[in-house]
């Protein structure tokens, strides 16, 4: 790895960090304006124009082209971005930002066990430790150390279903990497993104219909304009895009050993925000991220060792 590449592929990390990083936090305290089928609708209509945008720039109008690839563009768009979207924020509405942050920094090892389930590729012994020990961390985070305060206030309810937003999401980025060949990394996202977003708007239309939500009023989206720009722009486009870039210049492995900073922030600015924790929580938080950062530590050094 050149200087250059390792400074640019740092710079666009600490971009991809620094967008994703107070999601939850922002996303938490938008939910009373923008329910959760609002606010995915919202976050992915605006920044798809400008992911079209950016990808016909980059690549031309021939790389909006699907290539007999529609179906599985659209069934993976369908469960990456719609069932995400979906999963995550209306879990969010049931449980803290903190805790979602730490069960969706759980795709690591998840991956891991899908491409074993999928593949059969057994990983290594140190890495189901990590994985055993990362699930751990999660169970106290959730609990508090104490099983009854998973079902607080329907806590449990939402932590499953970020945990259901996480699978999903693994499901997306191994289609990424096993159907797509032949596609660039912005090419595959935004492909998959419009039917993804089509999916998030029929969602919204459908529970609208059925009375699950409400179109929200021009007051409730002036109180979150801000919000928006960040969502679509910030999250969206600057952070996906800033994590293909240092993937491509730093490897996959040293870009998601950065991503375990997200946790960390998130916790920060709870704090800040007045937010009080419990020791338990702490510490399933400090065992969670330094699971992943020794497994991540260990495949970094057997993929150099070969």
């Given at each position: 790895m050149t200087r250059a590449n390792l400074v640019a592929g740092l710079a666009w990390v600490g971009l991809a960090i620094l967008m994703w990083t107070p999601l939850f936090s922002v996303a938490k305290r938008t939910l009373p304006y923008l329910d959760a089928y609002a606010l995915g609708s919202v976050r992915y209509a605006a920044g798809i124009v400008l992911f079209v945008l950016l990808l016909v720039a980059a690549e031309g109008r021939e790389a909006l082209r699907y290539e007999g690839r529609l179906g599985a563009a659209t069934l993976y768009g369908l469960i990456g971005i719609t069932g995400f979207n979906l999963f995550v924020w209306l879990g969010l509405g049931h449980t803290r930002p903190e805790h979602a942050s730490i069960i969706l920094a759980l795709q690591t090892p998840l991956t891991a066990i899908a491409v074993w389930l999928v593949r059969g590729q057994r990983p290594a012994a140190f890495t189901i430790g990590c994985v055993l020990l990362a699930f751990a961390g999660v169970v106290l985070v959730v609990t508090q150390g104490n099983p009854n305060a998973a079902f607080a206030g329907g806590e449990l309810?939402?932590?499953?279903?970020?945990?259901?937003?996480?699978?999903?999401?693994?499901?997306?980025?191994?289609?990424?990497?096993?159907?797509?060949?032949?596609?660039?990394?912005?090419?595959?996202?935004?492909?998959?993104?419009?039917?993804?977003?089509?999916?998030?708007?029929?969602?919204?239309?459908?529970?609208?219909?059925?009375?699950?939500?409400?179109?929200?009023?021009?007051?409730?989206?002036?109180?979150?304009?801000?919000?928006?720009?960040?969502?679509?722009?910030?999250?969206?486009?600057?952070?996906?895009?800033?994590?293909?870039?240092?993937?491509?210049?730093?490897?996959?492995?040293?870009?998601?050993?950065?991503?375990?900073?997200?946790?960390?922030?998130?916790?920060?600015?709870?704090?800040?925000?007045?937010?009080?924790?419990?020791?338990?929580?702490?510490?399933?938080?400090?065992?969670?991220?330094?699971?992943?950062?020794?497994?991540?530590?260990?495949?970094?050094?057997?993929?150099?060792?070969?």
């Open positions: 309810l939402g932590d499953l279903l970020v945990f259901c937003g996480a699978l999903a999401w693994v499901t997306y980025t191994l289609a990424g990497a096993w159907r797509f060949p032949g596609w660039s990394p912005l090419r595959m996202t935004v492909l998959t993104c419009i039917p993804g977003t089509i999916g998030l708007l029929a969602a919204n239309a459908a529970a609208v219909f059925f009375r699950f939500s409400e179109i929200p009023t021009l007051e409730a989206v002036a109180a979150v304009w801000w919000q928006i720009l960040y969502f679509s722009v910030g999250t969206v486009v600057l952070g996906i895009f800033g994590f293909n870039a240092a993937a491509r210049r730093l490897g996959p492995l040293n870009t998601m050993l950065m991503l375990n900073l997200i946790p960390i922030g998130v916790f920060a600015i709870e704090a800040a925000l007045g937010r009080s924790f419990a020791s338990a929580e702490l510490a399933g938080a400090a065992v969670v991220i330094g699971a992943l950062v020794a497994n991540n530590l260990y495949l970094r050094g057997t993929s150099t060792s070969r």
